[in-house]
C-alpha cells in the first residue's frame, strides 16, 4: 500500500528540509513539486516565449520530461535530461514563477505528472495545493507556516548556500509578492486544506518541527 504525505505552506517555511528529512526517514520518494513549476518557467524563459502565448507553452509542456534523483549532494531536478537545480533557483525564474503558475494549461499538465509520480509509491509531496487539489485523500496533510521576517532569513541562509546573492528587502519583498500572488490565484490557490495540520514554525528549529512531521505521520501509519 503505498502512503501520502502532503506538506503545503507558503516559500521558506522549510517545507522542502522537512519533505527531504521525511523521506529519508521513511523512505518515501520526495517530490518537490515547485522545482516542477521551475522547470517550466526556465524553459518558457529559455524559448523566450511570452506568457500569453498559449499555444507556445502547451506544446512546450507536451514534450516536457521532468525527474528527480537523490544525490550526496541533495536532491537533483533533471529537465529533459538535464540537471537544472541551480538555475531553476535564480531571480529571473523567482520574478516570474506566479504568473506561470496561475496559467490553467501549466497546472493541468503538472497535475497530470505530479500524480503520475505517485502511482504504485509511497510519496511526500511538497508545495501549495497538494493537500487541496493534487492528493485531496492523501493520508497525511501538513499546512507548515511560519512569519513572513523568519521565511525571508531562511530563504537568504538558502540562496547563500547555492551562491545567490540578494539583500534582506529583496527577499522580503519577493515573499509577501509571491505569498499575496499564490493564495489569490484563482485555480488551486495556497490556502490550508481543512482537515491539514497546521505546523507553525516561527520559533522552531528544523529539526524540531520536522519531529512534529514525524510523529503526525507515525501516528497514520
Ligand atoms: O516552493 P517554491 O518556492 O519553489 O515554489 C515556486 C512557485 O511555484 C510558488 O511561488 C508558486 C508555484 N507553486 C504552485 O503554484 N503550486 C505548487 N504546488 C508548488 C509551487
Redesign the pocket.
Known sequence: MSFIVAIDGP?GTGKGTIASLVSKKFGFLNVD???M??CVTLEIIRRKIELHEIEKIEELLNKIEISFKEESNGQRVFLNGEDVSTEIRTKQITDI??EV?KIPQVRGRLLELQRDLAKGQSIVME????GTVVFPNADVKIYLDASAEERTRRRIRQNEEKGIKMSYEEVLESVIK?DKI?SEREIAPLRKADDAILVDGTNMSIDECADVVYKIIEEKM
Open positions: 516559500a513539486t515547485g522545482a513549476f521551475r514563477i506566479s503558475s508545495g501549495r495545493d497538494i509571491r499564490d
